[in-house]
């Protein structure tokens, strides 16, 4: 019996490694098992080598193994880069024959010939269907009944039946003709209804859920899966997406969208965020509600698109010259990214300010299992929006809270002035009165203790572990998953997951920092949130275990860095 | 300078009591004055009129007009003011910013605007310098031309308006002269009344800084070529397409004679149509208004989003 089952698809781009591997984790979803993936792809629509690892196992896994138990190589070059990380005991399904034990010997060719003459095709028109031979060889390798691999496959080609029938014939095919001489005993597990989904879903399900209206976007990877997801589900949740000419437009729609009275959202990468950032000012000025969703990928510059990063945390915190009050938040796992999207609309309408959600890359093409988020619990807060009649109506009129009443265009005696200058509280812009300045500044710099008053816990930061362990571990963003994996195998360690990074919620992290050795994880060359804390609390953690190879976390590695019995100031993790 | 608290003057008032900072004689004025004008013509409530500005002198009127305004960042009032019209197609949205503002910074938000055809008018305060930074040379200032307040001649070729509008899919294009306040007021009535994307480029001079287009280059040159037998209306696409190239040689003539006056008057699919192929609710109910929430609780329910992915 094996506790966690390991497969990889590698080949060139384009040539059906990401459905190959989508459809076996469906599969294995289906049949109850946790399942989670990571997708190691190049900037570039078709040839350059990728793969896509899936594990599976009854219990909850929150990373990826550098083992690997099958590996589906779609072409020569995935044979020689992977075959030595395929375990002792693994197997090799692949085309043409190998001088290797592993090799599980399919006889594709006869396979795909008898289906071809059942169907009265040429061989060559079944090429593209070679992966679900593999597929089909793996499920019967786990012992996993046809039916259910037939079942997915008549799902995705819903809109191709002869298609979908061609698949199945091969998988029957496959599971009669192919006798395997290894097989993997999955420890078994019971069906729960899980959703298997990325980042970009569950932020997409959270921007339907919490009623937003306008999105503006231009295409990044990997933001724009996202935004491509939402297109697919506005016609039936009436709502607009809106491609834009570039990043500036996408900010300043969004802005201009929110003050008209919607709920409205952009959702970029570095680079976009980069050009973004004078319209963040803006927003902070004009106390306008928008919500920013930057996904961080590998930079500077363009970087490596495809690759994952923690490296903007500092950026997403100062960006935007002059000062203003913002929220960060950043979401861990993809339920975080839910119940964080709806939060995000929240704050950002209660108090009138920027918010932005900090996700990360492994986040957005890491598709795992989840459990249905659940919609009880789920509240929508507009705050002091004013969509009826008034009169004496001032935007930026001085409260107490420093949050003003909000009128929108078409509201009767709400007429709104909107102004990137310092203004008085009608909006206008022709006073430079230092006595005004100070006034506005205390009143929307003042938003960012309210807040920090207001957010709950849980929205701050999350602990995990004893409290009376010596070691805790803080982290953030997607650097959580590998961490708890491995917590629960080192007792030792605490985890501490700063999730809220502006304002910084300095006494909850006092509290569960005070007095224990800290080490920093995350996914940059400098440490950043390491560098957050010391400025925010004056704590310093003793060491600072980073990776910035592009590649999230491996489950091995983390054990193994963090087995150690000393660990140096700075450990570099470069597992790929 | 202080601006009195709450303008909101009298009842039906297009204009705000805020002191207008503008140097005497500035072009900007008759634009007002005219937008004014063109506004108390087509009577739309002050409450659902919309006023975007840039940055710079000209993009400071939403101030003065008694409307909501946004003033935004420099050179993307065109691309919020189409986001608000967007977000709430009820309102009768206008956009104005100076031709630094429109086609230097901006010009990105200029092609794809004329791309989607929002139904909404914009007007550029065309004065060939930037007057608010103390003149320097703006893109409709002519190759080879030294206003006084810069230093060396202009080398660049300039940006023609008319011709670029055209260009990018703007299916009203006119050009008038902000001291020809009846010209421009009527111009100003028929680009609202214009079912699509309206560009109204005004001959704006600035009488601190460019002494080269002035009133004086100005008066003697402009002359309405709808007066002088140009029709701009095309009724269906292949009478578009029969007067886009007319259109474009008449936007091309500067010299001693300049013409104003509507060049394009083209109907067409406007963007809210056209986002009705893909959102077939959008538009019928009010998304501003619409609650999105009952006593907190969300009213949208994702769960048969959450089913697609088990």
Known sequence: MIHDLNLMVAGPQGSGINFTSDTFAKVMAREGYHVFTNAELFSTIKGEHSYFRVRVCKDMIRSYSERIDILIPLDAKSVMLHAKELSKDGSIIFEDSLEDPRHADIPYKEILQTVATKFGKALSELNVMKNTVALAGATKMIGLDKEKLKKVISENFASKPTIASMNNAIVDEVYSEFSPTRTFDLEPTTYKKRMFINSTHAVGMGKVEAGMKFQSYYPITPASDESNYLERVMERYDFVVEQTEDEIAAINMAVAAANTGLRSATSTSGPGFSLMVEALSYAGMTETPVVIFYYQRAGPATGMPTRHEQGDLKFALSAGHGEFPRVIIAPGDHKEAFYDTIEAFNIAEEYQLPVIVLLDKAMAMSNYTVDPFDLSKIRINRGKLVLSETNGYLRYKFEEDGVSPRSVPGIKGGLITIAGDEHDEDGHIFTEDADNRVKMMDKRMHKMESVLKAVNADTKVKFYGKPTNKKVIVSWGSSKGPILDVLDKLGEYSLLQIRMMEPFPVEEVMKFLKGKTIIAIEQNYTGQLADLLKEKTGLEVSSRIVKFNGRPFAFEEMVEVLSKSKLEKREVLTYA | ?310
């Open chain 2, 1 to 310: 300078m202080l601006s009195t608290v709450n303008p909101p003057a009298k009842p039906q008032s297009y204009k705000t009591n805020v002191e207008i900072d503008w140097c005497p004689g500035c072009g900007d004025f008759g634009i007002l004055n005219a937008l004014v004008l063109a506004l108390q013509e087509l009577k739309i409530p002050n409450e659902n009129v919309v006023l975007t500005g840039g940055i710079g002198c000209s993009s400071k009127i939403p101030h003065y007009v008694n409307v909501n305004t946004l003033h935004t960042l420099h050179g993307r009032s065109l691309a919020q003011a189409q986001a608000v019209k967007i977000a709430n197609p009820r309102l009768e949205v206008i956009s104005a910013s100076g031709d630094g503002d429109g086609l230097g910074i901006g010009s990105a938000h200029f092609v794809a605007a004329g791309r989607r055809n929002v139904d909404m008018t914009y007007i550029v305060f065309d004065n060939g310098v930037y007057g608010l930074t103390k003149g320097q040379a703006s893109p409709t200032l002519p190759y080879g031309e030294m206003p006084k307040s810069i230093e060396t001649e202009n080398l660049k070729f300039p940006v023609n308006p008319l011709f670029l509008g055209l260009a990018s899919g703007f299916t009203f294009v006119a050009r008038s002269y902000s001291y020809n306040i009846k010209h421009l007021k009527e111009t100003l009535v028929k680009a609202m009344k214009h079912r699509g994307l309206a560009l109204v480029d005004v001959m704006q001079p600035c009488v601190t800084y460019n002494n080269i287009n002035t009133k004086e280059f100005y008066d003697p040159r402009l002359y309405d070529i709808e007066k002088e037998g140009w029709n701009p209306v095309a009724n269906n696409e292949s009478e578009y397409k029969q007067k886009i190239p007319q259109a474009v040689v008449k936007s091309l003539e500067w010299g001693d004679r300049i013409p104003m006056g509507v060049f394009m008057d083209y109907q067409t699919e406007t963007y809210d149509q056209k986002l009705q192929k893909l959102v077939p609710a959008y538009g019928k109910k009010n998304y501003v208004m619409e609650p999105i929430e009952s006593s907190g609780k969300p009213l949208n329910d994702v769960t048969e989003l959450m089913d697609s992915f088990c």
